[in-house]
């Protein structure tokens, strides 16, 4: 892959917590932001003018799953495609408990695995609930930074209002 300005891993709950309606917000909702012109601009708006995108959903320990491998974003027909593949994603691995530093840590791997250059790393990660299984996230996102791994969280408020 060409070098790119960031490479983007975003990193999806799909533990038994989440239900229908909140898988379908997270990957509608990164569907829409994908669409929308200003996050476009954003993303290629860098001195490589691209960015790259890969999406992994995750549960439980060893529970995951490249939904979409890394792919170049570099104008808006192509975050369409990307945001397409998003919304379109099925729903794997099988739900398990929710194993948040398991996810991070898996979605570290893919950023580690990309196949070019990027002159930024960051990891979006969405879920719903605490983690209650695997390793603690705390020391998964600890050793991100220190990498200079930028790390993002969304937090889906459902039966965790406090989250």
């Known amino acids: 892959m060409e070098p790119v300005d960031v490479a983007l891993c975003l990193a999806m709950d799909v533990s038994a917590s989440v239900d229908f309606d909140e898988f379908a917000l997270m990957a509608g909702g990164t569907a829409a932001a994908l669409r929308d012109p200003a996050v476009v601009a954003a993303a290629t708006s860098g001195p490589r003018r691209a960015a790259a995108v890969a999406l992994l959903l995750?549960?439980?320990?060893?529970?995951h799953d490249v939904a979409l491998g890394w792919t170049r974003l570099e104008d808006a027909a192509s975050a369409a495609r990307i945001a397409d593949a998003v919304e379109d994603a099925p729903?794997?691995?099988?739900?398990?408990?929710?194993?948040?530093?398991?996810?991070?840590?898996?979605?570290?791997?893919?950023?580690?695995?990309?196949?070019?250059?990027?002159?930024?790393?960051?990891?979006?990660?969405?879920?719903?609930?605490?983690?209650?299984?695997?390793?603690?996230?705390?020391?998964v996102r600890d050793l991100a930074v220190a990498a200079g791994i930028t790390v993002n969280g969304l937090a889906v408020l459902n039966e965790e209002p406090d989250l």
Do not use: C, I
């Open 58 to 63: 995750w549960s439980g320990v060893g529970a």
């Open 91 to 139: 729903r794997l691995p099988a739900p398990g408990a929710t194993a948040l530093g398991e996810g991070m840590a898996a979605g570290l791997a893919l950023l580690g695995a990309f196949p070019g250059e990027a002159r930024r790393y960051v990891l979006d990660v969405s879920g719903d609930g605490r983690n209650n299984a695997g390793r603690a996230p705390g020391p």
